[in-house]
């Protein structure tokens, strides 16, 4: 079984690229992060013509989250436990979908960005993560062998290494260390990072401007998190660096995990 994850980057504006990676990567589940489409706008047909179902959660042109999977797609859950709420009123963004597929709790998750240090939506990321963590260890609590897998785009780089340059990324999010913090308080609630392992100073996200993805100025920001009965399945991994080139791609590169 082979799973993964991919922040499109608006999932209509590359649905032909979706479709075609699907093809060529033999990927069963693919959990999307940034589909920027309410549910009646994702193109769930283009995969049901190539055999997969699809669960999708968005309510506007920002966030959105899916599922997309060969394997099925059952007890579909939007939101998790104690998720926070954005904005005012205060309404639960479409930033997390569960499903079980193919035996496996598979989690889309697309985490707050946090902006700048100063601005209320780092409280917000941190607030998230934090409620992630209690959901986390509340299901491995209720089942210590339960296969979750955490996939997403989690806008943090956890160590140095997860960025081309640290010297200027100095001031910023996403390397700041309650956020490093935070992501490091998900693992310690039960859950593994099975791709670094397998990808060793790799990255997974390239901004647009100033060229910086043939320069190689990347970020490791994608990650599978897994519960360690589903870490014990993972034969490798592999970031798949091919589909960020070429026109209309992402900026970020799909993460793929091959289970035994």
């Keep these: 079984m ?10 209509r504006a590359r649905v032909d690229r979706a479709v075609a990676w699907l093809e060529r990567s033999d990927v069963d589940v693919v959990a999307v992060q940034e589909t920027k489409c ?7 047909a283009r995969f049901e013509e190539i055999g997969y179902q699809v669960a999708h959660l968005g309510h506007s042109q920002w966030n959105g989250v899916a599922i997309i999977s060969r394997v099925g797609i059952e007890n579909v859950e939007h939101g998790f436990p104690a998720m926070p709420t954005w904005g005012d009123p205060a309404v639960a963004e479409a930033r997390a979908i569960g499903a079980t597929c ?13 902006r700048t240090l100063e601005d209320p939506h780092l409280a917000y990321k941190l607030e998230w993560l934090a409620a992630l963590r209690a959901a ?5 609590s209720a089942d210590p ?4 897998a955490l996939m997403g785009d989690w806008n943090v780089a956890p160590l140095d290494e997860d960025v081309w340059d640290m010297a200027a990324f100095e001031g910023s999010t996403h390397v700041s260390q309650p956020e490093r913090d935070a992501f490091t308080g998900v693992v310690d609630a039960g859950f593994a990072d099975v791709v670094r392992p397998h990808t060793p100073g790799a990255y997974t996200y390239w ?21 360690q009965a589903l870490a014990d399945r993972v034969k490798t991994a592999v970031i798949d660096r091919e589909e960020r080139k ?4 992402s900026d970020h590169a799909p993460v793929i995990v091959e289970l035994t």
Excluded at 2 to 11: E, F, K, L, Y
Excluded at 136 to 140: E, K, N, S
């Design 2 to 11: 082979r799973i993964a994850t991919w922040n499109v980057n608006s999932m």
């Design 38 to 44: 309410k549910d009646e706008q994702f193109p769930t």
């Design 136 to 140: 986390g260890q509340d299901w491995l």
């Design 145 to 148: 062998q339960a296969q979750i």
């Design 246 to 249: 070429g026109k209309g791609a």
């Design 207 to 227: 901004d647009y401007t100033q060229l910086r993805f043939p320069k190689r100025q990347g970020m490791r920001i994608d990650f599978v998190l897994a519960s």
């Design 102 to 114: 193919g035996g496996v709790r598979v989690w889309s998750l697309y985490i707050p960005n946090g």
